[in-house]
């Protein structure tokens, strides 16, 4: 008898090793979910919808964006950490949410390593320093001058707090040793109608919601925070050659499913995204959104959030920002 227990629950265990790769394999079976953690039209939602769009056809199954703006993109990340691990709630993945909010915000749900499980990278984004056509100032140092002759009347606005243009607007301060007035919006398009309206002189946004205004000339470009020039504008110079050597911020942007998702499943669709931004017709979509394609491993993203939190994190504790 014992020896018959022991060959039955062999033959389950063995059924049960066969049966999740099975489960995964059949992996989607219904729509997907896939979170941004901060209102439409930002360059978080742009590389959302591309994603969304594609994985939809590879998979055969809906991915439905779902725009879940506020607290600095903590209620979107929040609620993607604390879905079920079973592949049909996943987060577009923004440096602001994954690598400076910990930081930022000491009431920010857990460690994002900890919470997540990588699935891979999809594009980075240099941030701009935008301005309304009424602004006298053309290059960097003419903003150094007007901010040095105006202490702390030059407003500046940024996207929600702990996003990239926000903390390139705190780096830009820290730098170049102006006082300044940051101006933060809870979205980009916000902070877009106020520049355009003239309601702040220049903000520091991501370049997707701005490229139109630019070519139709209602917003300028006064420079790239990327270490060399952007293509779709290559007569916009880098802070670096405006005088400001080794300032760089560029956003990286990645999907992400909460911890403990079963990694047949975070596989499979690691697997879809690498091969989807390897397309040219993605590789030119994400171009055309301001941004620059990446592909990598769930390994490989997980390592880029390391480096990203240490490099934002320090930034954060040497100028003492907190965000209650």
């Not at 389950?12 to 979170?35: E, G, H, K, S, V």
């Not at 990340?77 to 592949?87: L, S």
């Not at 920010?108 to 990588?118: H, L, M, S, T, V």
């Not at 699935?119 to 053309?138: D, N, Q, R, T, Y």
Request: proline content about 8%; hydrophobic content about 45%.
């Amino acid at each position: 008898m014992r020896t018959r227990l022991i060959a039955i629950a062999l033959g389950a265990a063995f059924l049960c090793a066969l049966a999740a790769p099975a489960l995964a394999i059949d992996y989607p079976t219904r729509p997907i979910t896939l979170i941004v953690p901060y209102p439409p039209a930002g360059g978080v939602d742009a590389m959302a919808r591309v994603v969304a769009e594609k994985l939809s056809v590879a998979l055969g199954q809906n991915v439905v964006v779902d725009n879940r703006g506020g607290g600095g993109g903590n209620i979107g990340t929040r609620a993607v950490a604390r879905a079920a691990p079973d592949g049909y709630t996943l987060l577009l993945g923004h440096t602001g949410t994954i690598s400076i909010n910990p930081s930022l915000y000491p009431n920010a749900a857990g460690d994002p390593r900890q919470e997540f499980a990588p699935i891979g990278l999809v594009a980075s984004m240099p941030v701009a320093l935008l301005a309304h056509p009424s602004f006298s100032g053309k290059t960097i140092a003419d903003v150094i001058a007007i901010a040095k002759k105006n202490p702390g009347k030059l407003n500046i606005g940024t996207s929600a707090v702990g996003t990239g243009g926000y903390m390139c607007a705190q780096l830009f301060k820290a730098e170049a040793e102006v006082e300044a007035e940051i101006i933060s919006y809870k979205g980009t398009a916000p902070v877009m109608n106020d520049l355009l309206g003239g309601h702040v002189p220049v903000a520091f946004g991501v370049l997707p919601p701005a490229l139109g205004n630019i070519e139709a000339g209602r917003l300028r470009v006064i420079a790239v925070t990327s270490k060399s020039r952007f293509s779709l504008l290559p007569d916009v110079p880098t802070f670096d050659e405006s005088g400001m050597p080794g300032f760089e911020a560029v956003l990286h942007y990645g999907v992400l499913a909460p911890a403990g998702t079963p990694k047949e499943i975070i596989d499979k669709l690691s697997a879809e995204l690498r091969r989807l931004v390897n397309t040219d017709e993605v590789r030119q979509r994400i171009h055309a959104e301001g941004g620059d394609p990446m592909t990598s491993t769930p390994q490989e993203y997980a390592s880029d959030i390391d480096q990203e939190e240490r490099k934002w994190s320090a930034l954060v504790h040497k100028l003492n920002l907190k965000v209650e």
